[in-house]
């Protein structure tokens, strides 16, 4: 089978690489779409461990059942599934308390494991989920990372908050932007250094757009907020500055989340926190029923793609890589390979 393969550091090529075979408790996926994430990019960029080639990259996907191992029920020849990235044990605290995204032993397609970025993927049983008939591959690829702003936006104690800031406008900063137009914010803004970015997000819902490199962001922010502070901040951009403003820019008892992982440092003021009773919380990756709400988002028409998302073949797929980690195009933010 053919397969977008990372054969060393900086190396990225089109390869022939043999068919997985199912284990126990697997299915072999006919990969019919799978998204390039940021992560990746990022990782590839940074030559990140997590990622260590020889390694086929990719864990955002959907696919098809070609073939099933001993033991697997539930799924036959031909089921059309949509993914979970995630790949938890399944019997620590975490995972039977719910919480199998912070499984202490989880894994990731495409880490330690071969992921998508191939036409066959081998993948355990536990980590799929039918595909409704109203959700198409395409969108099932996507499933995870809106996921994701499923999981943000609900660690949002405010069920209706008046004004939201979303520091970030990349694929997760645009998604949770429609996920928190959903859940019932108000009214949203979206901080960014990308006009392109910005205007997507406008174009997504955005009623403020604030441009980083040319505008005064706090003074925009307060603004926004008539003065008082946002009531929710949700920071997808994960570097130490966002972060900060994340924290400065929620009113007193309010609080931001943490999504991005861009960096490691993160430095706020500890009195702006205390004396202004502000909760700071991460979010990591997702929960299963975190996904069946992006599916039904999906299925219900409340998640946009246009003009932001687009899609290549996977013969494209060093070529659309390779731009996406230097030079980001305009035009689209999240490309989406297709194998098959």
């Known amino acids: ?180 137009k959903a859940g019932g914010a108000g009214r949203l803004a979206v901080v960014d250094v990308s006009p392109a970015r910005l205007a997507v997000a406008e174009r997504l819902g955005a009623d403020r757009i604030l441009d980083a490199r040319t505008e005064d962001v706090p003074a925009g922010i307060r603004d926004f907020t008539r003065g008082r502070g946002a009531d929710a901040a949700i920071d997808a951009v994960g570097a130490a500055g966002t972060r900060d403003m994340a924290v400065k820019a929620i009113r007193k008892g309010c609080e931001c989340v943490w999504l991005g992982l861009h960096d490691d440092a993160a430095t706020v003021g500890g009195l702006d926190i205390v004396l202004g009773e502000k909760a700071i919380y991460g979010s990591f990756a997702v929960r299963p029923r975190d996904l069946r709400a992006a599916l039904d988002l999906l299925g219900a028409g409340k998640i946009t793609l246009e003009p932001w998302v687009r899609t290549f073949p996977l013969s494209d797929g060093v070529e659309v890589f390779t731009q996406l980690v230097n030079a980001p195009p305009d035009d689209y933010i999240k490309a989406v390979l297709l194998p098959s």
Not at 15 to 20: E, G
Not at 86 to 92: A, D, E, K, M, N
Not at 154 to 169: C, K, L, Q, Y
């Open 1 to 180: 089978m053919k397969a977008l393969y990372y054969p060393a550091w900086d190396q990225l090529e089109i390869r022939d690489v043999p068919d997985p075979s199912p284990r126990p408790g697997e299915a072999v996926l006919k990969v019919l779409a799978v998204g390039i994430c940021g992560s990746e990019l990022h990782g590839f960029k940074i030559h990140a461990p997590r990622r260590t080639p020889p390694l086929i990259m990719g864990h955002e996907f959907s696919g098809q059942v070609v073939a099933v191992g001993p033991g697997v029920s539930g799924f036959r020849v031909g089921d059309v599934v949509a993914v979970n990235s995630t790949i938890s044990c399944g019997v620590c605290d975490a995972c039977t308390d719910g919480d199998p995204h912070v499984c202490p032993t989880a894994e990731v397609y495409g880490t330690r494991r071969p992921g998508a970025f191939a036409e066959r993927v081998a993948a355990p049983v536990s980590t799929i989920m039918p595909m409704p008939e109203n959700v198409t591959p395409v969108q099932a690829s996507l499933m995870e990372p809106l996921g994701n702003g499923v999981h943000a936006w609900s660690m949002i104690r405010r069920r209706f908050p008046e004004t939201v800031v979303i520091f970030g406008a990349g694929a997760i900063g645009l998604f949770t932007l429609q996920v928190a």
